[in-house]
């Protein structure tokens, strides 16, 4: 009877794919499967994938040659290798080129491209979907473009993250202090600074409530290319918000705040959202994506794009203790019903069986 064997990929990743592998890692560790990381030596310094018990293999961000050739050499002998997110599950199908290995690839997010990078976008896509066995999507949404990209088998996935440590009451005051914000309203919105995140539909909002007495103060915690023109914005139109650096400690500021903001184009199962309803924040969210789905009824929801609405919510919310107090409770309680760790690596255990039994026989946990 032999060990099951998987390879972990990463393309560089963002924080939550990250944090997905290494509990994943973690996981699969425990249940007696030989696990291998492959990614960017730098993620690992930021995450410690050896410390789950896994091995780690630095493989960089790049489909030349020798990278390919790289992740080609750490896939030999595995019995399933499971790419996360588009770049990485191209660069593994050009590794795995000629080998029988099945491929599972989560798509974690949706990009963005116009013009030309549109169609390449559109090719990568569809060459990610059609080199894996299996696509796991976060959400419906993602289900339904993989299969139109060609997957041949897309399954809805939810992916739990590594829930955070509660903040007590003397550290949540503490930020407020810190934030200029112990006297007003405090509203957090969490996310890269790139255009798709919809940060300047916040700043537009915080134009429009800034007619408040206390003026609410809104918090974007996030780093990326659009900090210097959101930055520009915010000093030249005199801007009730303030940029500061992110994720790290971001789950501290949503469980400090009043209101938790996500005015994103798309969002699958957003980790702000999670964190925001599982702290008991009230959440006002664009409606698209797979946030519906994530929130149900525990949270706001309005139209991208449109900063009068986002601005009306979040008046009326700050006017309304016992509205806020409501959906602080809906939250927790939708919170509870959502998958667990263990859950999710149960899920991704039983897709590896599944597609390792035809090549195989007898696994040991």
């Not at 995450?47 to 961000?61: I, Y």
């Not at 290995?101 to 030309?116: D, I, K, S």
């Amino acid at each position: 009877m032999s060990q099951l064997r998987t390879v972990q990929v990463l393309g560089g990743g963002s924080a939550s794919s990250s944090a997905h592998v290494g509990s994943l890692a973690a996981g699969l560790v425990a249940r007696g499967v030989r696990v291998t990381v492959c990614a960017p030596s730098a993620a690992d310094r930021a995450h410690d994938f050896t410390s789950t018990g896994a091995r780690f293999l630095p493989v960089p961000r790049r489909s030349d040659p020798a990278a390919v050739a790289a992740l080609r050499a750490a896939c030999a002998g595995a019995d399933v290798v499971h790419a996360h997110g588009l770049h990485a599950a191209a660069r593994t199908a050009l590794a795995l080129s000629g080998r029988t290995v099945p491929l599972v690839m989560t798509w974690h997010t949706r990009r963005y491209a116009e013009g030309a990078r549109r169609q390449i976008l559109h090719l990568l896509e569809r060459r990610a979907a059609r080199a894996a066995a299996v696509v796991l999507a976060p959400s419906s949404d993602r289900g339904g473009r993989a299969r139109g990209r060609g997957a041949r088998d897309a399954r809805c996935a939810p992916v739990a993250l590594p829930r955070p440590g509660a903040a007590g009451v003397d550290e949540e005051g503490k930020t407020r202090v810190e934030l200029g914000a112990a006297d007003r309203p405090l509203l957090v919105a969490v996310g890269s600074l790139l255009t798709h995140h919809g940060f300047d539909v916040a700043l537009d909002a915080a134009r429009l409530w800034r007619t408040l007495d206390p003026v609410p103060l809104l918090v974007i915690a996030g780093e990326g290319r659009d900090r210097g023109a959101l930055q520009r914005r915010i000093r030249d139109e005199g801007l009730p918000v303030t940029l500061v650096p992110g994720p790290d400690g971001a789950g501290e500021l949503l469980a400090a705040a009043d209101l938790a903001l996500l005015p994103s184009r798309w969002e699958g199962r957003s980790p702000p959202a999670q964190e925001a309803l599982r702290a008991g924040v009230p959440l006002v969210a664009t409606a698209v994506g797979g946030l519906p789905e994530l929130v149900g009824t525990a949270a706001e929801l309005v139209p991208y794009g449109n900063a009068e609405a986002l601005a009306r919510t979040v008046v009326r919310l700050l006017g309304d203790p016992a509205e806020r107090a409501r959906l602080a409770e809906a939250g927790r309680v939708q919170a509870a019903g959502w998958p667990t760790e263990d859950d999710t690596i149960a899920h991704v255990l039983s897709v590896y069986d599944e597609l390792a039994e035809p090549l195989a026989t007898g696994r040991t946990r």
